[in-house]
Every structure is written in C-alpha cells, then in structure tokens.
C-alpha cells in the first residue's frame, strides 16, 4: 500500500497527463520556467532564484507568478553575479532547495513545463529538486527547439538561440532579463507566439489542429538534450 501510495502521489505532479496528448493545445496548462543558478557547471552549481509563469487557455495568468530566491552551499561565481546580480550577501536570507522544493513542485501541479534551453533547466531541477518528478526526459518543451523547427535559429549553431533575441524577432517585450520571473514571463510569451505559429503551419498542411503531442515531438526533435 505504501508503494501504492507513492506512485500516487507521484502521479499527481507528472508535468502533462496522458490524456491531453492528442487534445488541443490550448487545453492544456503550462507552466514556464526560468532558474538563476551560481555557474553553468551542471553536476555541482546551484539554483539562487526560480521564476514560473502560468499559462491558462493560450494566455498568460498574470496572478499565478512564483519567485523565489534560493541559498545555495556554495557562493555564485563572479561570472554569474555579472549577469543576474544575485551575490551571496544577497541570499543570506533566502530559503534553501529543499524548503523551496515542496513549494515549487505544488505550484507547477500537473501543467506542462516550458522552458528555454530546456536541457539547463531539466538537469539542475532533476538534480537539485525531485529526480522523480524532473526526469531526464523530452517532457519539457523546449521554446529553444520550437525556434529552430520554425526557422528562427540555427539547426547546425554552436549556440542556443538568445531568448532575447527571439522575443524582439516576433516583436514581443523583453521582461527583466537575467531575472528568474523576467525570463520565465519571456519565456511564456515567446512560447505561445511559436505555438501558434506552428498551429497555422500544421493547418496549412491540411491538419486539423495543434496537438500537445505535436508540440512535445517537435521540441524533442529540435531541441539539445
């Protein structure tokens, strides 16, 4: 029964139900996104700030937001601070991961992640937060791999495509950058501007609609795992 009861309540934060696969996009609930971290180093860094937008029926819910700061371990590198000015002084206060987790992962529920440049965001989450609820697996769409599949980036660059950048080429705002909430709220605009631009491609192709199946293929075709 305890097994049982587990697999449960594991169940309840699975980022999309399987049931809403083959659904209307816009009937699904995201969330998007956004970490602040001390370094890029995947296997020892450390989350300072989470950021989390909430997606209802193809429009942002603007009372939903989730900021939080985090105190990590170690101290953020110079490099880091350069670019979101979160200093260790700054976070002395802060809450640890594992007081922000539980909160975190109530607040996400069961809606679908979005996030960009997904990989980053999947790795610190699996490892700092819930191996099992943040596996390491294509269930976060990637807004990073939309952009490519919709020619906004480069299938063959070095680089990531700059979430600022994409949001000026489809003449969206830029919300604080650098800041957790700031990219998360980017993030979700910049998501549904190319989801909605992929649902008109796929009608101009004779389908009937845009399914969250199509989305989750076409992130995991496109994006860098």
Do not use: C, G, H, M
């Given at each position: 029964m305890a097994n049982e009861t587990g697999l449960?309540?594991?169940?309840k934060y699975l980022p999309f139900a399987r049931s809403s696969l083959?659904?209307?996009w816009r009937n699904s609930n995201y969330c998007a996104i956004?970490?602040?971290t001390t370094g890029l180093d995947l296997g020892a860094d450390e989350i300072v700030a989470i950021g989390a937008a909430h997606i209802r029926q193809g429009r942002i819910s603007a009372g939903e937001n989730f900021y939080c700061e985090v105190r990590p371990l170690g101290s953020p590198s110079v490099q880091s601070v350069r670019i979101h000015g979160l200093r260790a002084s700054d976070l002395e206060d802060a809450r640890?991961?594992?007081e922000v987790g539980p909160e975190l992962i109530a607040d996400i529920g069961g809606e679908v992640l979005i996030a960009h440049a997904a990989w980053m965001e999947r790795s610190?989450?699996?490892r700092q937060?819930?191996?099992s609820i943040f596996p390491k697996s294509p269930s976060i769409i990637d807004t990073a791999g939309l952009a490519r599949a919709l020619g906004y980036a480069r299938e063959d660059g070095e680089h990531e495509p700059s979430l600022e950048f994409l949001a000026r080429r489809l003449n969206l705002p830029v919300y604080a950058p650098h800041n957790a909430l700031g990219d998360a709220l980017t993030t979700g605009v910049v998501f549904l501007a190319l989801a909605t631009e992929l649902e008109r491609s796929q009608k101009a192709k004779g389908a009937r609609m845009l399914t969250l199946k199509i989305l989750l293929e076409t992130s995991?075709?496109?994006?860098r795992n």
């Open positions: 449960i309540q594991r169940a083959n659904e209307n956004d970490l602040e640890t991961i594992q610190f989450l699996k937060v819930s191996p995991k075709k496109y994006a």
